[in-house]
């Protein structure tokens, strides 16, 4: 007879290795010949514009560590390279959310800056890691970092939101208002077809009526997204989702959004886990379309949307 504990051991690590395939893509290395296409792929700016547009890629993450941060960066810096319309500086240090900092950007770019959990404050992670202040002080100068970029918004500045950095400050009212919403959860990842609100909208341009198919993980949100006061662009119909967590009362889900915020423009994409979607032309057109809209460069109808129950 065989070994019960042998047979149970093998068991396990073969439900394990399927549902860990299940759930992810594997991780591409970042190589010249990665680089190389991914660079044939940059697309030409919507907008034409002479001046270069300087901006902050912020980076960090204490949370979950995205393995796609570093192919997002390359991503940008070479949209800095072969358009000459921007200027990107990436950055680590929660010093760069000083507000004589921020003033030097055009926009801000949350690159998956995850912040751990329960807390989920970035700026609180990123004191208390690298800092010898006291739970007092980390919380006072937390809220003043996370203040200082909310004004720079309101101010006029530009917010560009990747993928998981939508939870940078997942508790904070103020924050999830500024954003158009916080991270309630995610389903296993899968392939999924997400869908233009709008086919005729300038921000969805790329997607020629087409939408995007791609494997990513299925992201719905909560606090702000329900007062629905952003323009959404792209959505994934919900019943077309595995292993949803409860029925919504609406079939549709929206992933990708622009608004304002006081005098400044925000931008969020869910789509972008994985840097496989980066092959993908269309969606590399998406978002530099979205950073030449939170530039100022790019004018599009930002106006909010009507709540679905008001319709």
């Known amino acids: 007879m065989k070994n019960p504990t042998i047979l149970i051991t093998a068991c396990i690590f073969f439900a394990t290795t399927l549902f860990v395939q299940s759930q992810s893509l594997e991780a591409i290395k970042i190589t010249d010949e990665w680089v190389?296409?991914?660079?044939?792929?940059?697309?030409?700016?919507?907008?034409?514009?002479?001046?270069?547009?300087?901006?902050?890629?912020?980076?960090?993450?204490?949370?979950?560590?995205?393995?796609?941060?570093?192919?997002?960066?390359?991503?940008?810096?070479?949209?800095?390279?072969?358009?000459?319309?921007?200027?990107?500086?990436?950055?680590?240090?929660?010093?760069?959310?000083?507000?004589?900092?921020?003033?030097?950007?055009?926009?801000?770019?949350?690159?998956?800056?995850?912040?751990?959990?329960?807390?989920?404050?970035?700026?609180?992670?990123?004191?208390?890691?690298?800092?010898?202040?006291?739970?007092?002080?980390?919380?006072?100068?937390?809220?003043?970092?996370?203040?200082?970029?909310?004004?720079?918004?309101?101010?006029?500045?530009?917010?560009?939101?990747?993928?998981?950095?939508?939870?940078?400050q997942n508790n904070s009212d103020a924050f999830s208002k500024m954003t158009g919403g916080s991270f309630d959860y995610h389903p296993k990842q899968q392939e999924m077809h997400i869908k233009e609100v709008d086919k005729n909208h300038p921000l969805v341009?790329?997607?020629?009526?087409?939408?995007?198919?791609?494997?990513?993980?299925?992201?719905?949100?909560?606090?702000?997204?329900?007062?629905?006061?952003?323009?959404?662009?792209?959505?994934?119909?919900?019943?077309?989702?595995?292993e949803i967590r409860h029925e919504p009362t609406d079939n549709i889900n929206y992933v990708a959004w622009i608004k304002k915020h006081g005098k400044g423009r925000v931008f969020y994409t869910s789509p972008s886990h994985n840097a496989q979607s980066l092959e993908n032309p269309d969606l590399l057109q998406f978002l530099m379309d979205g950073l030449q809209y939170v530039t100022g460069d790019l004018k599009a109808d930002d106006s909010p949307m009507k709540s679905p129950s008001t319709k």
């Open 36 to 168: 190389s296409k991914l660079e044939k792929n940059i697309p030409t700016p919507t907008i034409k514009t002479e001046k270069k547009r300087k901006i902050l890629v912020f980076s960090k993450a204490t949370g979950f560590d995205h393995w796609t941060i570093p192919h997002n960066i390359e991503l940008l810096k070479l949209f800095g390279k072969k358009t000459n319309a921007f200027e990107i500086h990436v950055g680590f240090d929660i010093e760069n959310f000083d507000k004589k900092k921020l003033k030097q950007f055009d926009a801000v770019v949350l690159n998956n800056a995850n912040p751990t959990g329960p807390k989920r404050d970035l700026f609180h992670d990123l004191l208390k890691n690298y800092t010898s202040l006291t739970d007092k002080e980390i919380s006072e100068k937390a809220a003043m970092y996370e203040q200082n970029l909310i004004n720079y918004v309101k101010k006029g500045g530009g917010l560009m939101i990747l993928h998981g950095a939508i939870v940078v």
């Open 205 to 242: 341009q790329a997607f020629k009526g087409k939408g995007l198919t791609h494997v990513d993980e299925p992201y719905f949100f909560n606090n702000a997204y329900f007062d629905y006061n952003f323009r959404p662009l792209l959505y994934f119909e919900v019943d077309k989702i595995e």
